[in-house]
């Protein structure tokens, strides 16, 4: 059911920009790129998602490849509570306006000191 | 504006025994899904919940099962529990109809703790 891979884990400098990279090569032409963190097991938090244009927030920018098949998520300026394992999900459609969030294993952020 | 709700934050339970888990999702929000987080895994769908009814579901056997109310709150219910239900249960709550798919967003809960023993 898995359609996202991320490398394990990463480690980043504080200060500095963080960059996550995430495969999705299965997706559907329809389907969102999400991307969650989660802290300490606690509930994942929202971070940002597209379809295929890049999208910036307030936490983050999100670039998509023009074929979708990978995307990579920045925090420009990494903070030690950025530190959490980072989630990259695709939104599936499953008929109905009902939809459900398939999660990979994530990446677990190290932001050092 | 009132979050996603759970509770309780942590349950301890035996073999065999029912357990229930509550949830009051996003001030706005009509549509509430179920997770189960193993440790060390990422969060895998049980189910959702919309109009009062379970509309989709995942790869979970019938000892899993759930509930919402009028007010959109809902309840998720494991009967005959084993020592791998032992898990993080999250709730994430949506608006069904948002008025895009773009602003189409899932909000969670900070989870339900059930351990197993």
């Known amino acids: 059911d898995a359609k996202t891979t991320q490398p394990p884990s990463m480690d980043c400098a504080e200060g500095r920009a963080a960059n996550l990279p995430c495969n999705h090569s299965?997706?559907?032409?329809?389907?969102?790129v999400y991307w969650y963190r989660q802290i300490h097991s606690q509930g994942p938090q929202y971070i940002i998602h597209?379809?295929?244009n890049n999208e910036t927030n307030e936490m983050a920018s999100l670039i998509i490849t023009e074929d979708r098949k990978s995307s990579t998520l920045i925090l420009p300026h990494a903070t030690l509570r950025d530190t959490a394992v980072y989630y990259c999900?695709?939104?599936?459609?499953?008929?109905?306006?009902?939809?459900?969030?398939?999660f990979g294993t994530g990446t677990l952020l190290a932001v050092q000191p | 504006d009132a979050g996603v709700t759970q509770s309780p934050t942590h349950l301890i339970k035996t073999r065999g025994q029912q357990v229930t888990l509550r949830c009051s999702p996003k001030?706005?929000?009509?549509?509430v899904s179920w997770y189960q987080q193993a440790l060390g895994q990422g969060p895998q769908f049980i189910f959702q919940?919309?109009?009062?009814?379970?509309?989709q579901r995942g790869n979970f056997p019938d000892r899993f099962s759930g509930h919402q109310f009028p007010n959109y709150s809902s309840e998720l219910n494991v009967n005959a529990l084993l020592l791998g239900d032992s898990a993080l249960y999250l709730c994430?709550?949506?608006?069904?109809?948002?008025?895009?798919?773009?602003?189409?967003?899932?909000?969670f809960g900070p989870g339900t703790r059930l351990t197993v023993l």
């Open positions: 994430a709550s949506r608006l069904r109809m948002a008025s895009s798919p773009s602003t189409d967003t899932q909000y």
């Open positions: 299965t997706i559907s032409g329809n389907e969102y």
């Open positions: 597209g379809l295929k």
């Open positions: 999900i695709v939104r599936v459609y499953l008929g109905g306006a009902t939809n459900k969030l398939i």
């Open positions: 001030s706005g929000h009509d549509t």
């Open positions: 919940y919309y109009e009062e009814e379970e509309r």
